[in-house]
């Protein structure tokens, strides 16, 4: 017989400050941003294994712009981003399985092994990717806000991009057009310091890429997108001048790319300094922290947490990796909406 | 005396010699100075000639390649260098619109002495907007010359060669041959724009191909040679203008033509090749013309596809037994 033993209760820490959000907002922030820390550190092992392959652009150290974004906007808004997008498309909800199955390119990943790393889409997630062309989601997600006021809907669209996108002439169209028909699209520009190998600061004489904004009058400010409060509470400001019918909104998001450009690239135009300043930010190490120090969880309950998540990482990677590859014949299907298209099949 | 050089270093050598003959010569384009080019194809130039004549661009191809037409027609000569030329799509505005007309519409007044330059074609899974061809785009807008080679020797003679035409050229690479060596002589040659080469001689067969395809159609042509099948394997190099008489001349000898072309199937370089054989060599011919393109599909990223996708020399030996009545 044993004795029956109170679980220990989580206790504020003294002196902490009074948490801004609840017990669960920042569970679900954290759990979403471990899940995406998790899913990509296994994608990277497959890369390593040659599972995974072509480009593949991790978010690891970006994860708190997607908690925070998620939690600010609804299931029904839209979201449109570019390449470095497996914690985008985990916010939106789709599932570890199918995003790990689509790396490895097996017939049951989300995009039946047609995308990639670069490309998810997801109509039921209001998800419309996953782009690789930098820059060509700028009017993208314009039109599809366009869409929503056209519809008559209070939606909007999260419309995101680079520091080294923003550089592109269609930013300026995009703005313009968007300001001038008052479209409801919430630009985000994911500053995460660099393009590839090129700083910001090299790209332009406006290192501050939120004040691009400005010369259309668009509302436009610099946001700290390394914890995910910050985040939240700039895009439910923005969100709401939106919905109002106020037209665009534009939120310049600082954050740190923890590893390279994609795999390939051994990231040798930045200092150690500047990595371990960022590092010392980590977005799941602080809001880890700010759980026990709220006394939101016990040392037992955050593990249970990571073992959670550590479950659905494995579980995941089981599929993935035994799923099957599509079939060639599918390589005909998804040009043409035309279920009988006369291909060229000589 | 030869050396052994990487495709990259080949043509790091014909931009280098240029840029060094002639100061007007730069070069501009993401990542080619500081990071070496995404492809390394560009390094130790920012070293040599310094940040006026080697530039980091910002992610802006539209405006860069613009940047490039302007200064081009006011004396100097651009090598515009585009990551891919997937990317070189949002400056087909630039290119086709203003480079391609400049001596047209001014008649004469302006020339536009540019190159445009970058990898063409599908490498690895890099699913649909990372694998594309654009000889065929290109070379369908007179006023363009068009290369498309991947040999590092005739790279850089044809590279130099362009970078002193006072026409715009566009000159595809291939990422997934940078590393490829071959054997370049030492010193100064140049390799003229629009004549093709006989890469292997035959006498059943012509396979007519370029780019990263001329492997492949080497490969399959010796493969047929054991088989007792004779092909004769000539690559473009230059796509526009076109060199219909190596072509032609080789048909009038082989009397079966295939043509492997990375191109989708429509309107594609194969396409025109098979326009001109039936044109200038009908009565030499023993079979239709045959092709081997990719498929009429974007390419999606699972390895399946990229298979099913891609001309091999399987489907080239198909082809050459299609056009030799051979086929069991
Ligand atoms: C039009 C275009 N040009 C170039 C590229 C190659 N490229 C891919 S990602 C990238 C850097 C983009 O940087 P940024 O917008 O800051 O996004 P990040 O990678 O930092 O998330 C470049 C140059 C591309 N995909 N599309
Ligand atoms: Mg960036």
Redesign the pocket.
């Known amino acids: 017989m044993s004795a029956v033993v109170d679980k220990p209760k989580a206790k504020r820490k003294s002196g902490t400050p009074k948490p801004k959000y609840s017990k669960d907002q920042y569970l679900s922030w954290y759990e979403l941003m471990l899940r995406i820390r998790r899913l990509e550190e296994r994608a990277l092992l497959a890369y390593s294994q040659q599972k995974v392959r072509g ?1 593949c ?1 991790v ?1 690891i150290g ?1 994860e708190a712009v997607a908690a925070g974004i998620e939690s600010a906007i609804r299931p029904q808004d839209a979201i449109v981003t ?3 997008q497996h914690g985008t498309a985990l916010g939106r909800g789709i599932a570890s399985r199918e995003i790990l199955a689509e790396l490895y390119g097996k017939a049951t990943g989300a995009n039946k092994g047609k995308g990639g790393s670069m490309h998810f889409f997801s109509a039921a997630h209001r998800y419309f990717g996953g782009n ?5 989601q700028i009017p993208i997600g314009t039109g599809i806000a366009f869409a929503e006021k056209y519809k008559g809907t209070d939606n909007l669209c999260v419309t995101m ?8 002439g269609a930013l300026h169209e995009s703005f313009n057009m968007a300001m001038a028909w008052k479209i409801p699209v919430l630009y985000i520009c ?7 190998g ?1 700083s ?1 600061g090299r790209t332009s004489n406006v290192p501050d890429i939120y004040k691009l904004g400005l010369g259309y009058d668009m509302p436009s400010e610099a946001v700290d997108g390394m914890n995910p409060e910050s985040v939240h509470e700039a895009i439910t400001k923005a969100a709401a001048h939106i919905r109002a019918g106020k037209g665009p909104y534009f939120l310049e998001i600082k954050t740190y ?1 923890y590893k390279g ?2 795999v390939s690239d051994p990231a040798k135009y930045r200092t150690k300094d500047e990595l371990n300043e960022y590092r010392a930010m980590d977005p799941t190490k602080t809001t880890e922290q700010k759980l026990l120090d709220f006394g939101f969880v016990t040392e037992e309950e955050l593990q249970a947490i990571k073992d959670m998540i550590k479950n659905e990482v494995e579980e995941a990677t089981k599929f993935a990796e035994e799923s099957p590859f599509p079939d060639a014949s599918e390589l005909y299907t998804h040009n043409y909406s035309q279920k009988d298209y006369p291909f060229i099949m000589d | 005396m030869a050396r052994i050089l990487q495709l990259r270093e080949a043509l790091l050598e014909a931009m280098s010699e240029e840029m060094r003959r002639d100061e007007n010569v730069f070069l501009m384009g ?2 080619v100075a500081q990071y070496n080019g ?1 492809y390394k194809v560009s390094k130790g130039m920012l070293d040599e000639f310094g940040e006026k004549r080697v530039i980091d661009t910002p ?1 802006a ?1 539209l405006g860069f390649a613009g940047i490039g037409v302007g200064a081009a027609m006011n004396g100097l000569r651009p090598i515009v260098e ?3 030329w ?2 070189a ?2 400056a087909f505005d630039q290119i086709v619109n203003n480079a391609a007309k400049t001596l047209s519409q001014s008649a004469g007044e302006f020339k536009c002495p540019i190159v445009f330059r970058g990898p063409s074609g599908a490498a690895g899974q890099l699913a649909q ?2 694998s594309q061809t654009f000889e065929a785009w290109l070379a369908n807008c007179p006023g363009l010359k068009v290369i498309s080679c991947i040999d590092p020797y005739e790279s850089k003679g044809l590279l130099k060669s362009a970078i002193r035409d006072d026409d715009p050229i566009c000159m595809m690479e291939s990422e997934m041959l940078y590393g490829m060596k071959g054997e370049v002589p030492e010193g100064e040659y140049l390799i003229p724009i629009g004549v093709a080469a006989v890469k292997r001689e035959g006498t059943d067969v012509t396979i007519v191909s370029f780019n990263k395809m001329i492997l492949e159609s080497l490969k399959a042509a010796e493969e047929l040679a054991k088989e007792g099948i004779s092909a004769e394997v000539i690559d473009l190099r230059t796509i526009r203008p076109l060199d219909h008489h190596t072509i032609v001349e080789s048909v009038k000898k082989t009397n079966r033509l295939v043509v492997v072309d990375e191109s989708w199937p429509f309107a594609g370089v194969s396409a025109e090749i098979a326009y001109e054989v039936q044109k200038y060599a009908f009565d030499y011919l023993d079979a239709p013309v045959t092709r081997v393109n990719s498929a009429d599909t974007s390419l999606p990223y699972a390895a399946v596809f990229v298979e099913e996708y891609l001309p091999n020399p399987t489907k080239i030996m198909k082809a050459v037994k299609e056009v030799m009545y051979t086929n069991a």
Do not use: P
């Not at chain 1, 690789?132 to 060509?136: K, P, R, S, Y």
């Not at chain 1, 994911?190 to 590839?196: F, R, T």
């Open positions: 480009f652009h978010y970006q570019a390449y470095r690789g062309i930098v820059g060509a991009f680079g520091d080294g996108a923003a550089r592109q994911e500053n995460n310091g660099y393009a590839m090129t910001v790319r450009h994609s | 993401e990542e995404a992610i191809e585009f990551m891919t997937n990317f799509v949002l907007q990372h």
